[in-house]
């Protein structure tokens, strides 16, 4: 496993977690610790690491999660730490021993323990997939589809009640409302943008709070030093070197929030 920790910036090494396998997928569960999902021939095989991916379990397989080995998808859909009703992960994956078909969504209510509830998206053929959500709890799938001799790229967009034909529902309790605080810490635009960029932030009561802008290889580009607490804005004009992904990082009362701004010259 490699993760980053600060928005892509830099990236680490952690520990293996699987001598065999591959495509694997990692969430977070609600109690902190890792589930990760890895590709393998009729089931697939899941571990965990409780101190951050530097050590793993060893790897078991789960009896609902049939696949022919086949790449699949695996993502966070609600948890109640941020506010929601229940906790939900979804896993998408061709729902068959051994061929590329029966493209199925899962829904676990038990942070991967069970797979107690799916619904196929594509009894036919069908291979990889991606899965997403919107803010107004819809879910999205992004996958191959072999509607004809080749497959197809298809997406298809849906409800948790679709999904759950009916026994579940979506609520956005108030975890929307946290994401909009965290949204309006920081926001930079026009992105993409060539000589001018807008910053906007929030900074909050306490310790000092910084604006650092690198570029993709961690370079410090420019670092401003917010004397007052508030809302407000700079304008930064991009150097004529700098060109490609920059991260805004916004240092504020013990938090830290992370933009990525495209510079086109």
């Known amino acids: ?27 977070e569960l609600d109690d902190g610790r890792l589930l990760m999902a890895i590709r393998t021939s009729v089931r697939r095989r899941v571990t965990h690491s409780s101190d951050g991916g530097n050590t793993w379990e060893t790897p078991i397989p789960v009896a609902e999660l049939v696949e022919p080995g086949v790449n699949g998808d695996l993502i966070r859909y609600t948890s109640v730490r941020k506010g929601f009703d229940k906790s939900r992960l979804l896993f998408s994956i061709p729902n068959h021993p051994t061929q590329r078909r029966n493209l199925t969504i899962f829904i676990s209510y038990d942070e991967g323990k069970t797979w107690p509830v799916k619904r196929v998206i594509s009894p036919i053929e069908a291979a990889y997939s991606a899965l997403t959500t919107f803010d107004d709890g819809t879910i999205g799938i992004f996958y191959e589809n072999g509607e004809y001799e080749n497959y197809q790229l298809n997406f298809a967009r849906f409800s948790l009640d679709w999904l759950s034909e009916g026994t579940d529902s979506w609520s956005p309790s108030s975890a929307v409302a946290a994401l909009s605080d965290s949204e309006e810490m920081l926001s930079v635009s026009p992105n993409p943008a060539s000589s001018t960029v807008e910053i906007k932030y929030s900074a909050l009561q306490g310790r000092e709070s910084l604006i650092e802008i690198s ?15 508030g809302r407000s804005s700079i304008i930064w004009h991009p150097e004529v070197s700098t060109d490609g992904v920059c991260f805004v990082k916004l240092i504020t009362g013990g938090k830290m929030v992370v933009r990525k701004v495209m510079i086109v010259k």
Do not use: C, H
């Open 1 to 27: 496993m490699i993760y980053s920790d600060d928005g892509g910036l830099t990236w680490n090494t952690a520990g293996q977690a699987s001598a065999t396998g591959d495509e694997a997928k990692i969430v």
């Open 215 to 229: 570029d993709v290889s961690g370079r410090l580009v420019k670092k401003i030093v917010l004397e007052k607490p």
